[in-house]
């Protein structure tokens, strides 16, 4: 078997890893395909490091951009293979890809317009609409957890990673049984908030994400509690809280917690906002697949809309939510995109980040190069749509909310699968290098590998 890293490595963004028998030129097939953010951004642009015509399919482990977000690049390509994934993470993707699409077309048309005035040529967009279409007019399979089939010579199998609605890692055998891989894709933390557990492999070898590699999280409980203090502080000062957050997992996390602290008669009286149409669909699909939730969540829903509370408003149109900005008190605007790094919290952000009665919660990782992460390292100053504004506001870092998996279950996962062999992928280098080191120490080899590196094994 060999697997090259195409994304991921060294690296929080970007995954991908081609799967290929390493005696035969056939039955390549990719686990993920994803966009490249914040400070990597720009490789997204650069062409396919492989035939796409000669890939044979690829596998989806999940919805996130940084997991699906060049999938049409890659059918524009040549790829017409066929896709795989669960439901969810096709049915999310939907709404994640047309989303990105949409959002390089409207970069690409103001660029355009500055390239103009400079006589410069235009650029394209990464991909379009149509590009996204294309995909889903594919072969699409669906597979659920633990149900097995057959690729490229492989035996592979979805196990849910507890990371998001829909979420899988993938185990790979092969048909002789010599070769055994698990990719971890994204892991999630036990007992979190609206999904099930993630579930363990056994493999010879993994592929480990380490986006946390070097530090564990709150509980849950304990991160409700901390956004509870934080809104009715707020409150109090008679301020708005601004929470920028992914689409996907993170805004229904969210309102979740939002809906525990309101049964509970702990929630101020605030007036909500889901200032995110994406967010507004992916809900719709949360509230279609109770059957991913867990038990705790199962009863909730079965009471009712556990990703509300009374009064709260979905702002779809642009209208509505420039609205919201003539707030000047008691509004909790939850909007992306997470990063701060386009969508409509940066107007958000722009009107209320001056104001020291007011509060900005981030519940997700902030990579480098984005304006969030600015933000979380202190600046004193950011540019807001080429805005100088002065950052005042209190600033508040809630990592119980993250998807990511802490350290001590990333060590369990590869502990419990067997494996003595682990790549080390999906974080900063620095955290890589430690969570890597604390490999070590439990007697697994441990390697960090480079981007476009190839191994065989």
């Known amino acids: 078997m060999r697997i090259s890293f195409y994304g991921a490595a060294r690296t929080v963004t970007g995954s991908s890893f081609m799967i290929e028998d390493s005696e035969k030129d056939f039955g390549k097939f990719l686990v993920d395909a994803g966009m490249f953010q914040g400070a990597m951004e720009r490789r997204n642009y650069r062409p396919l490091p492989y035939d796409a015509s000669s890939v044979e399919a690829v596998i989806i482990t999940h919805a996130h951009l940084d997991h699906v977000g060049l999938l049409p690049k890659l059918v524009r390509e040549g790829f017409c293979g066929t896709i795989i994934s669960t439901q969810a993470t096709k049915e999310i993707s939907w709404y994640m890809l047309q989303d990105s699409a ?3 077309e409207e970069e690409v048309k103001s660029e355009g317009k500055r390239r103009k005035r400079r ?3 235009p650029v394209k967009p990464l991909y379009t609409i149509e590009d996204v279409e294309d995909c889903f007019d594919l072969d699409w399979e669906i597979k659920k957890y633990g149900e097995e089939f057959q690729l490229g010579g492989f035996s592979v199998k979805f196990r849910n990673s507890g990371h998001v609605l829909g979420s899988a890692c993938v185990e790979i055998d092969g048909i ?3 070769a055994s891989l698990a990719i971890s894709s994204d892991l999630g933390e036990p007992r979190r908030l ?3 557990d993630p579930e363990f492999p056994e493999a010879e070898a993994v592929v480990i994400e380490s986006t946390y590699g070097d530090r564990n999280h709150r509980t ?3 991160s409700i509690e901390e956004l509870k203090n934080v809104l009715w502080d707020t409150y109090e000062r008679g301020g708005n809280v601004i ?3 992914f689409a996907l997992e993170r805004t229904q996390e969210v309102l979740y917690a939002l809906h525990l602290l309101y049964r509970r008669g702990e929630f101020p009286d605030f007036q909500v906002f889901l200032d995110s149409p994406l967010a507004i669909d992916i809900t719709e699909i949360f509230l279609k697949h109770p059957e991913l939730y867990d038990e705790e969540a199962r009863k909730e829903f079965q009471k009712g809309n556990p990703f509300s509370v009374p009064g709260m408003r979905m702002t779809r149109s642009v209208e509505d ?5 003539e707030i000047e008190e008691h509004a909790l605007i939850i909007a992306g995109s997470g990063m701060c790094n386009g969508g409509r919290v940066k107007h958000h952000l722009k009107h209320n980040l001056w104001r020291e009665e007011c509060s900005v919660v981030f519940v997700g990782y902030q990579a480098k190069g984005t304006l ?3 933000i979380v390292d202190g600046a004193k100053f950011v540019r807001i749509y080429g805005e100088k504004v002065a950052v005042r506001a209190r600033i508040h870092t809630i990592n119980g909310f993250s998807a990511h998996a802490g350290k001590d279950f990333l060590l369990r996962w590869v502990m419990e699968s067997g494996a003595r062999k682990a790549f080390v992928v999906h974080g900063e280098f620095e955290t890589s290098q430690k969570f890597a080191a604390e490999l070590r120490k439990q007697g697994i080899e441990a390697i960090i590998p480079d981007w476009r590196q190839k191994v065989n094994f």
Do not use: A, M
């Open 102 to 104: 949409k959002v390089q």
């Open 119 to 121: 006589g410069l040529e």
């Open 176 to 178: 002789d049984g010599i």
């Open 194 to 196: 609206i999904i099930r």
């Open 220 to 222: 849950p409980e304990e």
């Open 243 to 245: 929470i920028p957050s």
């Open 321 to 325: 939510s420039k609205e919201i900005n």
């Open 372 to 374: 969030g992460r600015q």
